[in-house]
Each structure stands twice: as structure tokens, then as C-alpha cells.
């Protein structure tokens, strides 16, 4: 039997001496109550309403039958926004009692060294090359206002941001200090969002130039953040979409080609894809970085 808020409290109500009218204590638990003497019947004319027998014996019955020992820390419990699983066995002996995602938070990763607050306590931020690090108590995880807060759209491009750094020096001054958070693989919760909306720091979408890149940006981020947010448009994005895929434009134009573009700072580039008919994934940035590693090497051993 699920136990609700509204059923808890009538309990609470019982057990503290009230009586209530029998039209609202309908279901199997109060049947029981009834059938079992927990609960006396009151007759006022035509009128019927259940009280309590003996208030203790109430209790007792509810902690032996449904294993709750103490109905107001209960309720509380119910009523609660967030509860950890420890403290649901505490109260109730049983973790599941209200459903509650353990696993919370969304990665982040950088290539310098950050200064950041968790949980009060200062520390710096520097995973190593391959590692991320996952920040769980995101409610307590704090920035200074300088800081670049990039959303980076696809896997591949978050764990290789250090091969990415030459674009972001190209676009943005220089010795900005940048913060990569990453939409997986926490993308179907809203955590992000909420860190993002609790901080003032300004934030940049890096995704794939197409169609459902921009989607993205302006349904997930752009609607919520306002003009805190922008799009990461390269200076060469005519160049890099003329080399895109035409399929990607053609499969994606059904369904974002006639979206609505709220941010006006991005309508050259979407006028692009749809003049070109072609999308650009963002993995490319790294194959560019990666063979210009490669020409350095060539021309030091010549």
C-alpha cells in the first residue's frame, strides 16, 4: 500500500484524538483500522465519523502492520524536496520509501587549473588528461565570475578539450579562464540547468553547426539562460559547413527547418547551413588539431 501525504495526516489526526468523518476514510488500511477496533465509530444523527479507540494503540497497530514508528517524522518525510536513502532506513527502515535519483550531477573537466568552492571548502580543478570529474553536490559547488562556463554537446569533444584549445583561444580573450561542463551523460535530468541558473557566469554552447545543434542550444539552454548564453560560431563556420554533410541537413530539415530563431546573434550561421544544405560535426575541430600536431612533428624532425 503506497502511503501518501493525505493518508499520513489523517492518521496523525487519529492519533492525536480527532475524529473524522467516514467519507474520508475510505481504502483498505482504514477497513482494516475498523474491522480490527483501532477505530470506534461516532454516530450524530444520520452522520458517522471514526475516532480513535486508545491513540497509543493507533500507533502501535501502524508500526507493527506498515512499519511506521513515528507518523510525524513520516510525514515529514514526505513532504521533503530531497531526502538521501540513509535517511529514508532511518526513519522508516526501508530506502525506497519516496523515489529519489542517487545518482546526481553532471561533469566537468578544464585544461588549466581552476580555484573552486565544494561543499565550503576551496580546492583546484585540474583532471588529468582521460579523466573527468563529476561534480554530485552540485547546490554547493561555486565558481568565480570571471570563469567561462562552455557546454560542450558531444562526448568525443569534452574528453579531448586539450586539442580543442586553439579554437577557444581564437575566440575568446586572452587568459579567460574556462570551465567545460558536459550535457552526458545526465541529459535527461535537469541539474545542469540548475547549477546554471544559480550562478551569474557566462556560458557558451559548443555543438555540432547544423540544425539540430541549434535545437539544442535554443530549447535547452537559450530559453532558460537568456542572453547569458551564446553559440560558439568559429570564424571559418562558412568554410567548415561547405565541407559538412549534406544527408545531416537534408534528415534533420523536417524537423528543425523551420524552427523559430529566438537568438538573432545566430541567424548568419543558420542562414549558412540552409543556403549550403550541410551540417558540420563538431568532432572535426579535433581531426584539425590533431594533423596540425602532426605537421609540427613532421617539420621538427626535418
Not at 467516514?22 to 477496533?37: P, V
Request: charged share 30%; with cysteine; aromatic share 10%.
Amino acid at each position: 500500500m503506497k502511503m501518501t501525504c493525505a493518508l499520513i495526516e489523517k492518521l496523525i489526526r487519529l492519533a492525536n484524538g480527532d475524529s473524522i468523518p467516514a467519507g474520508a476514510l475510505k481504502g483498505e488500511l482504514f477497513e482494516c483500522m475498523i474491522s480490527d477496533g483501532i477505530l470506534v465509530v461516532i454516530t450524530r444523527g444520520c452522520r458517522k465519523s471514526y475516532r480513535a479507540s486508545d491513540e497509543q494503540s493507533l500507533r502501535n497497530y501502524v508500526a507493527t502492520h506498515y512499519d511506521i514508528r513515528d507518523l510525524e517524522a513520516y510525514f515529514a518525510l514526505l513532504k521533503k524536496d530531497n531526502v538521501s536513502r540513509a535517511e529514508q532506513v532511518r526513519i522508516t527502515g526501508n530506502s525506497k520509501v519516496k523515489q529519489q535519483r542517487s545518482f546526481r550531477g553532471f561533469l566537468v573537466n578544464c585544461y588549466e587549473p581552476i580555484s573552486v568552492i565544494l561543499a565550503g571548502r576551496q580546492m583546484e580543478l585540474l583532471p588529468e588528461d582521460g579523466t573527468f570529474t563529476f561534480i554530485y553536490d552540485f547546490d554547493r559547488f561555486s565558481i568565480s565570475e570571471d570563469i567561462v562556463i562552455i557546454g560542450v554537446e558531444n562526448p568525443e569533444n569534452f574528453r579531448y578539450i586539450r586539442k580543442q584549445k586553439r579554437l577557444f583561444d581564437s575566440y575568446l580573450p586572452k587568459n579567460t579562464k574556462l570551465l567545460f561542463v558536459s550535457r552526458y551523460p545526465q541529459e535527461q535530468s535537469r541539474d545542469l540547468m540548475e547549477w546554471l541558473l544559480s550562478v551569474s557566469n557566462r556560458y557558451i554552447h559548443f555543438g555540432d553547426l547544423d540544425l539540430a545543434g541549434v535545437h539544442i542550444y535554443l530549447s535547452e539552454y537559450y530559453c532558460h539562460l537568456g542572453e547569458r548564453a551564446s553559440f560558439l560560431i568559429p570564424q571559418d563556420y562558412e568554410t567548415r559547413i561547405l565541407s559538412g554533410n549534406r544527408e545531416r541537413y537534408e534528415n534533420q530539415y523536417s524537423k528543425f527547418g523551420k524552427m523559430e530563431i529566438a537568438d538573432i546573434r545566430i541567424v548568419p550561421l543558420v542562414d549558412c547551413i540552409h543556403r549550403l544544405h550541410r551540417g558540420y560535426d563538431q568532432e572535426g575541430f579535433i581531426m584539425e588539431e590533431d594533423a596540425e600536431n602532426s605537421e609540427c612533428v613532421a617539420d621538427n624532425l626535418l
